[in-house]
């Protein structure tokens, strides 16, 4: 597609429900990104793949948290058991190969309740 | 790792009035990226500019430019009068050259430009 296309745009979901949150990069772009953002705060990182290859999960914040690129195209980002705390915008960014400028999709917010 | 501070949390000018954005980098690399972006309230990030860390020249694009000087770690971005448009929160960030391609991310500045 033309840019990063992120879904859902809005979840709510009620404490302890489990969330997908969907990401579809720019075709051609391997290299694909998660990023959180609270409120009023800057993006930090989650997660990166490199096709469907997990290269670096060091953001994740807890084991509730859970990536997949399958396929190197689509990717999932899973919450499981969801806390108040979780509550942000998950943001999502491609690249081409070798490339570190990022190209962002319009995210999707959690709110849990 | 890098660590990127924008102390500026927000600022407000009346439309035309010149405004710099301040970022302030910390890392241990040699060879590093900086980064704008810019995040109107659609919420989308859209970059704006990207700067080598061996390449101080300040850039200028139309009514944006950019003062990068190593000596002091910083990253200036300035709007040159500046329009209603211009209203958004504004981020830095820095990457390192290496395999790790993650971005590290300022807090923003939340400009907002009165008619």
């Known amino acids: 597609g033309a840019g990063v296309s992120q879904s859902p745009r809005y979840k709510v979901a009620k404490r302890g429900q489990d969330v997908a949150l969907r990401c579809d990069p720019i075709?051609?772009?391997?290299?694909l990104f998660w990023y959180q953002q609270a409120l009023g705060q800057g993006p930090e990182f989650l997660t990166y793949?490199?096709?469907?290859?997990?290269?670096?999960k060091s953001g994740l914040p807890s084991d509730r948290f859970f990536a997949e690129r399958p396929e190197g195209s689509v990717s999932t980002l899973k919450i499981q058991r969801t806390q108040q705390e979780d509550s942000a915008v998950y943001l999502c960014?491609?690249?081409?190969?070798?490339?570190?400028?990022?190209?962002f999709g319009a995210g999707s917010r959690l709110t849990v309740l | 790792a890098q660590k990127v501070t924008q102390a500026q949390t927000e600022i407000s000018v009346v439309e035309k009035e010149d405004v710099t954005l301040d970022c302030v980098y910390e890392?241990?690399?040699?060879?590093?990226?900086l980064f704008w972006y810019k995040q109107p309230p659609s919420g989308e990030l859209v970059f704006l500019i990207r700067?080598?860390?061996?390449?101080?020249q300040n850039e200028i694009s139309g009514r944006y430019s950019w003062n990068f000087q190593k000596s002091t770690s910083s990253f200036n971005f300035t709007i040159t009068a500046s329009q209603v448009v211009d209203s958004a929160v504004y981020f830095c960030?820095?990457?390192?050259?290496?395999?790790?391609?993650?971005?590290?991310f300022g807090s923003g500045t939340q400009l907002t430009v009165l008619p």
């Open positions: 960030a820095a990457g390192s050259s290496g395999s790790a391609r993650q971005l590290t």
């Open positions: 700067r080598n860390s061996f390449d101080e």
């Open positions: 793949f490199q096709n469907e290859a997990q290269l670096d």
């Open positions: 960014a491609s690249s081409l190969p070798g490339a570190n400028v990022l190209t």
């Open positions: 890392t241990r690399d040699t060879t590093y990226y």
């Open positions: 075709s051609g772009h391997v290299s």
